[in-house]
């Protein structure tokens, strides 16, 4: 799994994008009063707690531990652990798993589809929106040439992964699910503030930043928002070249 080194205050103000796009996610879910249902990269927990409100028996689960606290911190009242989606284990399944902007950080694919499909019941449904092939491909290819203008190696790979829906049903049938439903869709999305495309380069690629001191970072973040501006600076704010894949898929009954 990428490892990111996440800031659960910076994600919560100034990144609330993330779940409010995900609460159409819920509806498609469909929870129903009674049903457990696993959130797997829970984040800080808004979703779950959506998901929960509808009746749901809920358990949030994030690799990051900082996030999880944070979850808690929100929702005192609902369960959430630290967990690694390509290798976690349940001892009771779940009528349903659920993944809003999370599976994209776990590289490992078919590891992450082997677990879900051991967290589901037979007949249990799983209900993803990730990144999508080409997914913030503008704002990829803006970090790397400021990288390499800047003298340090361009990266040979990119943190995540942004699948076709080709290449994910592969995946998902390969391991015994039936593929429903599945849709890739291009979704502009806003930024907020003057600082959005900063912010969100803060939160989302530090683990390619992490190693440059403070100085070094502002320097190539200032280039990638010099580089950006004239396609993703629309009307007064930053917009990322979202794409987005969706999909709901069965575990048989094997």
């Not at 457990?36 to 998901?51: E, N, P, S």
Request: hydrophobic fraction near 40%; include cysteine; charged fraction near 20%.
């Amino acid at each position: 799994m990428t490892t990111n080194h996440w800031n659960s205050a910076l994600y919560d103000s100034k990144h609330r994008f993330v779940s409010d796009f995900g609460e159409d996610m819920v509806t498609i879910l469909a929870p129903q009063v009674g049903e457990r249902i696993l959130d797997v990269g829970c984040g800080t927990g808004h979703l779950t707690a959506k998901i929960n409100s509808l009746g749901a028996d809920t358990l949030g689960v994030d690799h990051a531990a900082s996030m999880v606290e944070q979850a808690r911190h929100n929702y005192p009242h609902l369960s959430f652990e630290v967990a690694n989606g390509e290798t976690m284990r349940f001892d009771q399944p779940f009528d349903a798993v659920f993944s809003n902007a999370a599976l994209h950080w776990m590289k490992n694919a078919p590891a992450v589809v082997e677990s879900i499909w051991h967290a589901l019941k037979p007949g249990g449904r799983m209900v993803i929106e990730m990144g999508g092939k080409t997914n913030v491909q503008i704002i990829w290819t803006g970090l790397c040439d400021a990288l390499v203008a800047a003298g340090y190696p361009r990266p040979t790979d990119s943190p995540w992964y942004f699948p076709s829906i080709g290449e994910y049903a592969g995946l998902l049938e390969n391991q015994g699910f039936q593929v429903g439903y599945a849709l890739h869709f291009k979704r502009p999305t806003p930024f907020e503030g003057e600082d959005g495309m900063r912010n969100w380069m803060a939160m989302f690629t530090n683990n390619i930043l992490c190693d440059l001191s403070p100085a070094e970072q502002d320097a190539i973040i200032s280039d990638v928002e010099d580089r950006l501006r004239p396609e993703l600076y629309q009307d007064g704010r930053w917009v990322g070249d979202y794409v987005r894949l969706r999909v709901i898929a069965y575990r048989g009954q094997a």
